[in-house]
């Protein structure tokens, strides 16, 4: 008898992104991490909320203006997704204020408010706030013929209510003074006046100190801090624009001035100010947050940076170079032998820039193809690529302009590789290329013969120090043969041959996924053992989520290692916990997207730029990339699946109520024994003892 089930209720996105960042703040608690790691990861979250608000809450701040009740995104909707990112705030300044700052304390960092500098700390300050603040600040009294200025996106700024007249006479009360974020956010006092410890004062402090000097004549009733955050994704009509570039430089401008979704004030900001700006910017009283210290936690990054000593910081790790390659033999003779994995951080990635290096400098390179999507700040490989320029090799680059919250950092590469004469070309028109891809070709005899770099992740040397990726060094005759396809159609827009090896998004990537889904699910319901396990970012495509529950409940197992988003519900009927999610947070963050399947002992293994989302199926290039050899295949399976698995430390648990738990999750046998004795397991810290040794 066929078993029917009830329509399938989906976890609600925007609650489960805010839940991943509720780990991540745990994380500030852990007593195991020294105190400055433990600020950053408070600092994280900040940053990571102001991401999420300008990205995602427009449409529900338009619920509840209109009082909208009807859609799927609604007041009632607004309010839920409003409580529990107030409630995180609250957590995180708890946090900030009443465990990590008095145990920096006690270790001798201090962050020092007015009310607790001495007379010549005092004295110290006010002169540079004379020196370098004052004259940067422009305080604007608010009346008919200055009336409330536009304030700037995630921009510091007081709100200043003013007794008494003005130089006119009149009783105009209200004044806001804007702060220049060309000024440091923190400001280290001098040794001679730290008492042999470190000591700092936020710039917010300084100016609230000094505010009254700056309305002489006028008495400074009330002020607080305040902090507005705009929607900020980027709307551009590909399909109306003569020139993307132009277009997303006019936008960057405007991204700073979109709607408010956001309000952060001082926690004791008078009602009356409070209501004030809410007016100003449009928004419900819910948008509204008070929050007890810096209007920004991000900026206090700085903190973490600037404060000295070793037993607040994490050991250092030197990534080391990939256990496969020689070193000082060329790349090109050793991929000739094999493919090469590099497992980011624990790898080094200066393995791709040297390999790239090599491909420069060699006289038999022909041409060299990369695709350019988040680069940081560090301009090695945009020089390495000028280089081969001027060496006479053809350059093409693909720069992915659309890159949120990297457009000008992208636009400005574009230009500079334009300027030495590469070929740069911005990708298909609705697409984002996400795809990590280059692809070398070299005159060997009388033949070209290909090498390919293909990631997880970004060409960022920054971050590839700080997430977890998977990449691999090839000169598979047929994966190498699809690159140089794929990059052939996405510059000119020819229609792409049939691929050998790829799967590629937006066009068979979402199908075969589901096809192998189904193929695991048909094996099961035949009596035969299946089983997926997939490791990725988020997992919040539909059509990917019904067709994992159907798998589920026609008897395969799946376990999803999925760092911050899901939507699938555990405890959807019928599913008797053949599914199991977890999420892995720690020192690194969880990056590679890892696609197993074993269908009646036959493997198959994908590594993916792609998450499960359906930006990524439908409206990006993407590429996912088999993995054939059979011991590439299984150290993935170990060191990025299993262990994970095994994980009784970082791990979180998906569980029935929809919400995540810390506890140990059953583990395999083999580590039962640890288990008993007591021990944890955390993935990460076994994998950089293991690559440390």
Partial sequence: MRLTYPPLKLLNRDIS??????????????????????????CIVSSNLDEFFEVRAAPHVDAMRDEQQQSEINVHSYQAISDVAHALVNKQYQIFNTELMPALANHGVHLVSHGDRTAEQRRWVAKYFESEVRPLLVPVALDPSHPFPLVANKALNFIVLLGGNDAFGRSNNIAIVKVPRVLPRLIKLPKNLSDKQQKFVSLSSVIRAHLSSLFTGREVINFSQFRVTRHSDLAVDEEDVKNLRTALRKGLVQRNFGDAVRLEVSHGCDEKLAKFLLQQFDLPEQSLYRVNGLVNLARLMQLADLAEGNDLKFKPFEPKISQQLV???????????????IHQPYESFESVIDFLREAVYDPDVLSIQQTIYRTGSDPRMLKLLQEAVRRGKEVMAVVELKARFDEEANINWAEDLESVGAQVVYGIVGLKTHAKMLLVMRREGSQLKHYGHVSTGNYNPRTARLYTDVSMLTSDIQITRDMEYLFRHIASQVKLPRMQKLLVAPFNLHRQML??????ELAAKAGKTATIILKMNALTDEALVVALVKAGRAGVEVDLILRGACILPVDAPGLDGRIRVRSII????????????????????????ADWMNRNMMRRVEIAWPITDEKNRARILQECCQMSLDDNQDAWLLNQEGTYTLGAPKLTQSKAK???QEQTLSAQQLLLQKYAN
């Fill in 515 to 520: 096809a192998k889904i189904r193929s695991a």
């Fill in 327 to 341: 070193p000082n033999q060329s790349f090109f003779t050793q991929l000739k032998q094999q493919d090469i994995l």
């Fill in 17 to 42: 992104i805010l839940a991943f960042n509720q780990r991540v703040l745990s994380l500030a608690q852990n007593p195991d991490y020294p105190l400055l790691e433990r600020l950053r990861f408070v």
């Fill in 674 to 676: 640890a288990v008993a």
């Fill in 586 to 609: 720690g020192r690194l963050l969880e990056h590679s997207r890892i696609f197993y399947f074993k269908i009646d002992q036959v493997e198959n293994m994908w590594l993916s730029s």
